[in-house]
C-alpha cells in the first residue's frame, strides 16, 4: 500500500544508502574480530547469519544506488514504489500522505467522465484552465460552460477561460481576516470591491472609484493589474478597510 515508508526522496535515498554501507562495515568488522579469536559451534553460527545479513544488505545497497542513479538521470525528486504515480503530498492542514491529485470533468446531463487528469499538487490551483479547456476540445464544442468549485479560484484562470469561450461559474473565496492579512473587517474584504468593466475601475464598498495604477507580477510569471485612489486618505471608514498607512 501506499505510505511514507515506500516513498523516498533525495535525503532519503541517501540516509538509507548511508545506514546500510555502516552495518555492512559493522558486520565486516564483527567477523575479522571473530577470525582473530577462537571459535566454536555457537560462534561459526553468528558467522553464518552474519554473512546472509550482509548479503541481504548488499542488495539493499545496489537497489538504493540504482534508485539515486535513477533520479540523478530523470531529474526526479522522490520515488514511490508502490504507486509510481503517487507523490508525497499535504492531505490537509495537519496531514501528509503519499497520493495523488486526480481531476475529472463531467458531464452535466450525461453524468460521464469527458476529461480526466493525474497530477502531483495538493492543491487545485491553475488546473481549472488545462481541464476547462481539455474538456472543450473532447466535447468538440466551440463554448463551454463549467461549473467549478472555489478552490480552483485563480483570477488569471478565469480571464483565460473567458478568452477561450468558456464560461465559468464559481463561487468567489470566502474572506478570512488573519493578522497576515491588512483588512481589519470582512465588510471590506477583496470580494466587496465591484469591478465596472465599461469604466475599468473598482468600487469600493463607501462607493469610491478605484482607477486602474500599474501592473505588478509580485514575482509570479502572470501579470496583475493594482487599482488605487486619493480617496482614502480622508475615508472615515479607512481604519476599517486597510492597516497600511499609505492607503490608496
Not at 559451534?41 to 540504482?66: A, T
Not at 487528469?117 to 464544442?141: C, E, M, P, R, Y
Not at 486602474?212 to 480622508?234: D, H, I, M
Not at 475615508?235 to 486597510?242: D, F, I, W
Request: glycine share 4%; hydrophobic share 30%.
Amino acid at each position: 500500500m501506499n505510505s511514507r515508508s515506500n516513498n523516498l526522496n533525495e535525503k532519503t535515498v541517501a540516509l538509507r544508502l548511508k545506514q546500510t554501507k555502516e552495518k555492512i562495515a559493522q558486520y565486516l568488522k564483527e567477523m575479522d574480530q571473530n577470525d582473530t579469536a577462537d571459535s566454536d559451534e555457537d560462534e561459526n553460527i553468528n558467522v553464518y547469519e552474519r554473512k546472509e545479513k550482509i548479503c541481504k544488505l548488499e542488495e539493499e545497497k545496489q537497489r538504493y544506488e540504482q534508485i539515486q542513479n535513477q533520479m540523478k538521470a530523470t531529474g526526479q525528486k522522490e520515488v514511490s514504489f508502490v504507486d509510481p504515480d503517487s507523490r508525497l503530498m499535504r492531505v490537509d492542514s495537519q496531514r501528509l500522505g503519499v497520493c495523488y491529485n486526480l481531476q475529472t470533468s463531467v458531464d452535466a446531463k450525461q453524468h460521464l467522465i469527458v476529461d480526466y487528469d493525474v497530477i502531483n499538487n495538493s492543491t487545485d490551483h491553475h488546473q481549472l484552465t488545462t481541464d476547462a479547456k481539455a474538456a472543450k476540445q473532447t466535447l468538440g464544442v466551440d463554448q463551454l460552460e463549467v461549473l467549478s468549485d472555489k478552490g480552483f479560484y485563480v483570477a488569471n484562470d478565469l480571464v483565460e477561460c473567458e478568452e477561450a469561450g468558456i464560461t465559468v461559474f464559481m463561487p468567489i473565496p470566502a474572506f478570512n481576516p488573519t493578522k497576515s492579512v491588512g483588512v481589519p473587517e470582512p465588510e471590506f474584504g477583496s470580494e466587496r470591491f465591484i469591478f465596472d468593466r465599461v469604466k475599468d475601475v473598482y468600487v469600493c464598498p463607501v462607493g469610491k472609484e478605484l482607477s486602474f495604477w500599474k501592473k505588478s507580477f509580485k514575482g509570479k510569471p502572470e501579470c496583475g493589474r493594482r487599482y488605487r485612489t486619493v480617496s482614502c486618505a480622508r475615508c472615515v471608514s479607512r481604519c476599517r478597510c486597510t492597516r497600511n498607512r499609505r492607503a490608496g
